[in-house]
């Protein structure tokens, strides 16, 4: 029988077994309302005498994929993560633990506490938060190394990086894995430990049986991640240190202490900034429209960027026809695709199989508007350029028309693309859309891009990054001008980022002050240009911009961008900065008429990333 006891946790009585359903979608995060949930289911388990065990389990696509990320900027609301952890850890009757799709964060923090863990066979399992500039604070530090080590333990925590079901079984974090049938296995499983007494994970040693090579994995962790520009990893390596020195108690405080400490610093913030940017920046015009069956496509143009677009379509599974008016310009674009798949083949990152499946899905044409019709045309080179000559080519009806670098022809079907090339964040690519395109022509689009496996933002004219490109340029040479070289390449350097003409930039290496030197005058430059673009509607709000110049230009993802720094500096600040800056190149630096608008009217940048 199920029954409510909360509006994020059902339970469900099986028998000897007590069920609680944690049922908060999308991704089940950790909100207080599920732990408060929890906590009262579990509170009614271990007061009914009829059961004897329980199982956690949640409903929807995945496992509870982390904690609630924005309440780490409020005061905090009981019961906390680490509460209800102890709570199941220490829980009389034993808890087991189903997994599902992506088990996260605190959600996998919270199967760590519990007495065993079932894991269905696709799932998922990370701790990411060093991704946010923090550390697993709900005894994560603590309980994994107690179960796999500290080599494993740490590799995980530092690296965020997921793992399979299998992996996480032979490791020793889960104890079983099923193909199918989850919840008939978490119940078994925990009718099978019901007639003993619960094992807490405080108590197991099973990574903690060899302390020399507990502490030889410490020493190497801290050798090889002595210089990063971040504090969390080595943070996290003291508190796995801290699990194997300290009794468990302590240990939780040391690790409670620990993440206090990085989740109020700068890096962290930034962090955080960018986690729900990224998140915001799909909330754009037509991204809940239903777009329409992709399965052809046609690439007009075999010059060089036609032809990194029909790679990157190719790689993404799409069948791809690659038209221009010119049989050598044909002839040299196939070239060019068999010279990258071949290069692709001997480094090994694509089989043979694929490369064949690539060719497959390849073909080549003169125009021709009898051919077979395209779900979706792209307009590259010569032919995405205003007043062009665009051949006839086959489409069907409503298919979008896209335009490179432009939003160009197609009225309600016409949209334009930017595809910016990898930095070390990420491939960023922009949707540029008219006032006139249709929502239904801008949902095909971005479902394409994401198969592609970019970031998308949207804009319009030219998109977001180069607005921050040409600033960033304007603003280097004009202080270039001023200063000379040398502090322009150190800025360059310390933000890891490289010059317009060479893309090759990497992230900074330790510790280093991104605000130093020419900072402040580069960054009003960027957020003035950042400020022109949202007020000409260029660009859709602030955070938009900051997505732009780390994926886009590269700037590192803990400095949070030009616009996070502004809302830091000030407004009153920042225009005083960039008045006196614009008697020395006033088309970088005069103040764009957005920012008294804000300031007359007393609305903040935080404001304009409101949902």
């Given amino acids: 029988m199920l029954e409510s006891t909360h509006p994020f946790v059902t339970f469900e009585q099986r028998g ?14 950790l909100a207080v309302g599920v732990r408060a949930g929890l906590t009262t289911g579990l509170f009614a388990a271990f007061a009914d005498p009829a059961t004897h065990a329980i199982a956690i389990l949640a409903r929807g696509r995945t496992f509870p994929a982390g904690a609630d990320i924005s309440e780490f900027d409020q005061p905090p609301q009981a019961p906390l993560l680490p509460e209800l952890c102890s709570m199941v850890e220490a829980s009389p009757k034993p808890v087991v633990v189903g997994l599902h799709g992506t088990a996260l964060g605190g959600g996998l923090e919270l199967a760590l506490a519990a007495h065993a863990r079932v894991g269905l066979a696709d799932a998922r399992l990370a701790l990411p938060e060093v991704s946010l500039g923090i550390l697993p604070g709900a005894g994560g530090t603590q309980r994994l190394p107690r179960l796999i080590g500290a080599q494993e333990a740490l590799r995980l925590m530092i690296t965020g990086t997921p793992i399979s079901a299998v992996e996480a079984l032979a490791m020793g974090i889960l104890d079983k894995v099923v193909e199918q049938d989850l919840t008939e296995a ?61 009794p468990f108690d302590q240990g939780l405080a040391f690790e409670s202490a620990a993440f206090a400490e990085l989740v109020t610093t700068p890096e962290a913030e930034a962090l955080r900034h960018v986690f729900f940017a990224e ?115 086959a489409l069907k009806a409503g298919a979008p028309v896209v335009s490179m670098g432009r939003v160009g022809v197609g009225g309600a079907r016409g949209l334009g693309l930017v595809l910016w090339p990898a930095t070390g964040n990420g491939r960023l690519a922009e949707v540029l859309i008219a006032d006139q395109t249709g929502p239904e022509a801008i949902a095909t689009l971005l479902s394409v891009v994401k198969r592609l496996g970019r ?24 202080l270039e ?6 502090p322009v390449l150190d800025l360059l350097q310390r933000w890891g980022m490289p010059r317009a003409q060479d893309r090759t930039g990497t992230n900074p290496k330790g510790r280093v002050d991104l605000w130093a030197g020419l900072a402040p005058q580069v960054l009003g430059a960027l957020a003035n240009a950042g400020l022109r673009m949202i007020g000409d509607g260029k660009a859709l709000r602030p955070s938009d911009v900051d997505l732009a110049m ?50 007359r009217q007393g609305v903040s940048l935080a404001d304009l990333n409101a949902d």
């Avoid at 000897?16 to 995060?29: F, G, S, T």
């Avoid at 060089?304 to 790679?311: E, F, K, N, R, Y």
């Avoid at 001008?481 to 040398?486: I, K, L, T």
Wanted: glycine share 8%.
């Fill in 16 to 29: 000897a077994v007590r069920v609680l359903w944690i049922d908060n979608p999308p991704v089940n995060m």
């Fill in 186 to 246: 978490t119940v078994a499983m925990a009718l099978h430990l019901a007639p003993s007494k619960p094992v807490p994970t405080h108590d197991r040693r099973d990574g903690m049986r060899n302390p020399k090579a507990y502490f030889a994995a410490i020493a190497e962790a801290r050798r090889k991640y002595a210089v990063m520009p971040l504090p969390g990893p080595g943070r996290i390596i003291d508190c796995v240190e801290a699990a194997q020195l300290l």
């Fill in 279 to 393: 998140r915001r920046a799909a909330k754009m015009v037509g991204a809940r429209g239903k777009p329409l069956p992709i399965a052809q496509i046609t690439v007009l143009g075999a010059g060089a960027d036609g032809v990194a677009l029909t790679q990157e379509l190719l790689a993404a599974g799409y069948e791809v026809t690659l038209v221009d008016i010119s049989a050598e310009a044909l002839t040299a674009g196939l070239e060019a695709i068999a010279t990258h798949l071949a290069a692709a083949l001997d480094a090994k990152t694509l089989s043979q199989a694929a490369h064949d499946d690539h060719w497959a899905r390849l073909l080549a044409a003169l125009p021709n508007e009898d051919g077979d019709a395209a779900d979706m045309l792209f307009l590259t080179g010569p032919f995405r350029l205003p007043k062009a000559e665009v051949p006839l080519v």
């Fill in 455 to 478: 970031q998308v933002l949207q804009g319009q004219g030219t998109g977001i990054t180069h607005g921050l490109a040409v600033a960033l340029q304007a603003s280097l040479g004009s």
């Fill in 481 to 486: 001008d001023q200063h000379g070289p040398a």
């Fill in 550 to 599: 780390i994926v886009g230009l590269g700037f590192p993802r803990w400095g949070g961008g030009p616009m996070l720094w502004a809302q830091h500096r000030g407004l009153m600040v920042l225009r005083d900065d960039l008045i006196r800056l614009a008697n020395d190149a006033p088309d970088v630096w005069e103040p764009a008429p957005l920012l008294d608008d804000m300031i």
